[in-house]
């Protein structure tokens, strides 16, 4: 068997407040939540069988540089949905703007950044 992506750590400003809207935008769940790193706290979301742990920090996050020229940057993450149509929508709702939409091969997508300037690319394979 090839290995899986089980899941990626990423910090966030509101570890509550990032779960809740990729709970509701990916129809994923909290899989625990707790105290972690430093006096800070995670939160684990996803499905059974992978999760994005969100790592809140004890004290303020700060910017960096643009990850694309940062190395070790985080890029984007990526998240593949069967009706690209209906989560752009549900993005928009969240409050968030869909930017860079492409239809090629493999499929439609197009990306969005969230109230930390995380991107996310969502993913429709056809």
């Known amino acids: ?55 809140q920090p004890s004290r303020t996050t700060q910017e960096g540089d643009n990850s694309y020229t940062t190395r070790g940057g985080l890029n984007h993450l990526a998240v593949t949905v069967d009706d690209i149509a209906a989560t752009e929508k549900a993005v928009s709702k969240a409050g968030f703007t869909a930017v860079n939409h492409a239809d090629y091969e493999p499929g439609l997508r197009f990306y969005f950044h969230d109230h930390d300037g995380i991107e996310y690319e969502v993913v429709q394979y056809t």
């Open 1 to 55: 068997m090839p290995a899986e992506l089980e899941h990626a750590n990423i910090t966030v400003s509101d570890a509550t407040a990032t779960a809740a809207w990729m709970s509701g935008l990916f129809d994923w769940h909290i899989r625990w939540q707790g105290p972690s790193l430093d006096g800070g706290i995670s939160v684990h979301v996803g499905t059974e069988r992978t999760y994005i742990a969100l790592y």
